[in-house]
T-cell receptor, first 113, second 113 residues
Framework: GDSVTQMEGPVTLSEEAFLTINCTYT??????LFWYVQYPGEGLQLLLK?????DKGSNKGFEATYRKETTSFHLEKGSVQVSDSAVYFC????????????FGKGTTLSVSS | DSGVTQTPKHLITATGQRVTLRCSPR?????VYWYQQSLDQGLQFLIQ???????AKGNILERFSAQQFPDLHSELNLSSLELGDSALYFC????????????FGPGTRLTVL
């Protein structure tokens, strides 16, 4: 079945450092790809998305490109801030079950000043 | 604020009991999804309703059931509760039932003692 694998955390960075969180997926067909962020004590918020190959999603300085050849959707940010500290989830649509999301296990990012 | 509301925010109950979690989708959204977030299983899709009808099922136990009412709010019923059912339960909504962005509520934290 469809699945998502993302790098395990925690990822600890200093402010203004470069961030990469790796995400790869296994899916039949052509899924849509998402990054969600969960701040402490809150629900999930959509950070960015890409719906077809080579699409680049971007938001709040974060970017990810839909790479069909490597089945990847790595999240990057050039300069992280303390306020970016959160848990980041990579997700894909589950083609077999309509539009339900399949999530990776999440990566905790901690940014210190 | 995503526009999705969930009640209650916290729920503490005993094994063997039954509880009902409630979700109101964003205005205009016809789809409601339920997800369970636990430390060992991560975020897992449970069930989806679209305009009152069940549309997709994920890893939902037989002890769990859901429904969507004519006003589009949804309830998730959990019965014969076990310690392992302790988790965060999220509701999400989207406009349609296919490849639409999902907006998540703040979640209900269920603790089974």
């Amino acid at each position: 079945g469809d699945s998502v694998t993302q790098m395990e955390g925690p990822v600890t960075l200093s402010e203004e450092a470069f961030l990469t969180i790796n995400c790869t997926y296994t899916a039949t067909g052509y899924p849509s790809l998402f990054w969600y962020v969960q701040y402490p004590g809150e629900g999930l918020q959509l950070l960015l998305k890409a719906t077809k190959a080579d699409d680049k999603g971007s938001n709040k300085g974060f970017e990810a490109t839909y790479r069909k050849e490597t089945t990847s959707f790595h999240l990057e940010k050039g300069s992280v801030q303390v306020s970016d500290s959160a848990v980041y989830f990579c997700a894909i649509t589950a083609n077999q079950a309509g539009t339900a999301l399949i999530f990776g296990k999440g990566t905790t990012l901690s940014v210190s000043s | 604020d995503s526009g999705v509301t969930q009640t209650p925010k916290h729920l503490i109950t005993a094994t063997g009991q039954r509880v009902t979690l409630r979700c109101s989708p964003r205005s205009g959204d016809l789809s409601v999804y339920w997800y369970q977030q636990s430390l060992d299983q991560g975020l897992q899709f449970l069930i989806q309703y679209y305009n009152g009808e069940e549309r997709a099922k994920g890893n939902i136990l037989e002890r769990f059931s859901a429904q969507q009412f004519p006003d589009l709010h949804s309830e998730l019923n959990l019965s014969s509760l076990e310690l392992g059912d302790s988790a965060l339960y999220f509701c999400a909504s989207s406009v349609g039932d296919r490849y639409n962005e999902q907006f998540f509520g703040p979640g209900t934290r269920l603790t089974v003692l």
